[in-house]
């Protein structure tokens, strides 16, 4: 289901500080042409490789998993971190399938349950939240969700100005409508409107509209404008789930009932359970979590930082 036909415009890209990315985008775009499984394969690694390429990355998925999963032996917890860094390599992947894949192809991959919920909040004339997180398949999940219903993303810039053009170029074709994560008004319009708006706050994003909620027995900054889109504009929020199945078996996303009594008028009870949501995605499959993200950065005053 496309909502754009509008098209790429390369012209303010042919400065010789883009040629790396084109010819990464080159290869890429070929390389995607594979069958299916053998994408997985060299998204793998691609994952192993960055291992030993990105050592920032790797020491921060080291330190989170560590915080993490304190119970694993430190053997278990470099074998999470190795298979983590793997997901994040087949994400490459599937990111780029999100974009060139044709939707035969990705039918056949989505198994997709739980969509009489989303169908019947819809009903309601309110909008709909749909509440996922950062999970390596999540932009995947999010284009074979968009063959069946449409939607509206909230999404923050990337750092590589062509790499954003063509995000956006994509996500405007294959979504009803992007919104830049920090425009509240742009989303509750949007609701108001009756519009179903996926959010994933599972990252940090400073002190501003944040509380310290725990997450994986730490405390997490954790975004409150999800409890503040459901008040302003009444739209239930649908938790949604998506993980890649083992043997090349596609991707299960689930949509679950919308959530009972929320928000409750207690910022942090309803940041806890926010978390608490997450906490239960990630349990079935932890390593397909982005575990690159420094989720455990802003601190509660006093307490020293966990990366350096």
């Given amino acids: 289901m496309q909502h754009s036909n509008s098209t790429f415009n390369p012209s303010p890209f042919l400065a010789p500080r883009y040629w790396p990315t084109w010819l990464l985008l080159g ?20 994952g192993d490789l960055s291992r030993y390429l990105l050592p920032r990355r790797r020491r921060i998925v080291e330190k989170n998993i560590a915080l993490a999963f304190p119970r694993l032996s430190r053997q278990q917890q470099q074998r999470l971190v190795k298979e983590s860094m793997r997901n994040s390599g087949i994400a490459v992947f599937e990111t780029l399938l999100s974009w060139w894949g044709n939707e035969k192809q990705l039918s056949s991959l989505a198994h997709i349950e739980g969509m009489e919920y989303l169908q019947e909040a819809w009903k309601a004339q309110k909008g709909v939240i749909l509440l996922g997180g950062h999970f390596t398949c999540m932009m995947l999940a999010g284009r074979m969700l968009s063959t069946r219903l449409p939607f509206q993303i909230l999404v923050k810039k990337t750092k590589n100005p062509l790499f954003e053009a063509l995000m956006r170029h994509y996500r405007e074709k294959y979504y009803q409508g992007v919104i830049d994560s920090r425009n509240l008004r742009a989303m509750v319009r949007a609701l108001k409107n009756n519009r179903i708006c996926w959010y994933a706050p599972d990252q940090d994003f400073g002190r501003r509209h944040a509380v310290f909620a725990p997450f994986m027995g730490i405390p997490a900054t954790t975004l409150t404008i999800t409890a503040r889109l459901a008040e302003l504009s009444g ?33 942090l009870q309803d940041a806890t359970r926010i978390n608490q949501l997450m906490e239960q995605q990630i349990q079935p499959a932890p390593e397909q979590y982005l575990w690159a993200h420094r989720r455990f950065k802003t601190r509660p005053p006093g307490e020293p930082g966990f990366y350096y």
């Fill in 235 to 267: 739209a239930p929020v649908l938790p949604i789930s998506y993980r890649r199945l083992p043997k090349s078996g596609g991707y299960r996303i689930t949509i679950s009932p919308s959530l009972a009594e929320f928000p409750s008028g207690n910022e």
């Fill in 27 to 46: 290869l890429f775009r070929a390389l995607v042409m594979l069958p299916y499984p053998w994408q997985l394969k060299l998204g793998a690694g691609l």
